[in-house]
T-cell receptor
């Protein structure tokens, strides 16, 4: 069965600190996609990144970086030098590739990690 | 390009009533998915439509239904509302076919059932 676990319910940091959000997933498929979304208080889910299961390269985008490790089924997200504007709920999600044959498939979301960045 | 729009943004209904929520995808997108977000269950997939056909369905009772029109706009309907249906309902649109991984979410409709 597919499952995404975000063990950290809430994290509070002070501005400029680095913070890592953990994500562990379970799937039986060999081909799958992993996502991170940000949900600010407005409620809209903002897409951050998508990785497929064959691409284990870490990715960096500005202050954001992602560490994908198939050996531990983890897809962790690090924010460097956090800012108050980073305060939001962050969701990790999984979708199995067989869903993409014709279907968008459904995203399996973790419960989210609420990040609070204090000035 | 305009983003995904959802109407209404807020809704208050009474238990037993029914409700219809609307989602207009990004122009050119043919796939629409619906998700329910509650504090207890988190984000859960409801169903997905592509070219007016339901392609995928989550584990929700039959009171939850949806449809998609020829212009790709989608509606979801919840009949016989229960208190537990209070949630944020999010719609996501996708180009479909080969780019199904691109999901763009709308701002959601917050439904309160009293």
């Amino acid at each position: 069965a597919q499952k995404v676990t975000q063990a950290q319910t809430e994290i509070s940091v002070v501005e400029k600190e680095d913070v890592t959000l953990d994500c562990v997933y379970e799937t039986r498929d060999t081909t799958y996609y992993l996502f991170w979304y940000k949900q600010p208080p407005s409620g809209e889910l903002v897409f951050l990144i998508r990785r497929n299961s064959f691409d284990e390269q870490n990715e960096i985008s500005g202050r954001y970086s992602w560490n994908f490790q198939k050996s531990t089924s983890s897809f962790n997200f690090t924010i460097t030098a956090s800012q108050v504007v980073d305060s939001a709920v962050y969701f990790c999600a999984l979708s199995e590739a067989r869903n993409y044959g014709g279907s968008q498939g459904n995203l399996i979301f973790g419960k989210g990690t609420k990040l609070s960045v204090k000035p | 390009k305009a983003g995904v729009t959802q109407t209404p943004r807020y809704l208050i209904k009474t238990r037993g009533q029914q409700v219809t929520l609307s989602c207009s995808p990004i122009s050119g997108h043919r796939s629409v998915s619906w998700y329910q977000q509650t504090p207890g269950q988190g984000l859960q997939f409801l169903f997905e439509y592509f070219s007016e056909t339901q392609r995928n369905k989550g584990n929700f009772p039959g009171r939850f239904s949806g449809r998609q029109f020829s212009n790709s706009r989608s509606e979801m309907n919840v009949s016989t509302l229960e208190l537990g249906d209070s949630a944020l309902y999010l719609c996501a649109s996708s180009p479909g076919r080969g780019r199904s991984y691109e999901q763009y979410f709308g701002p959601g409709t917050r439904l309160t059932v009293t």
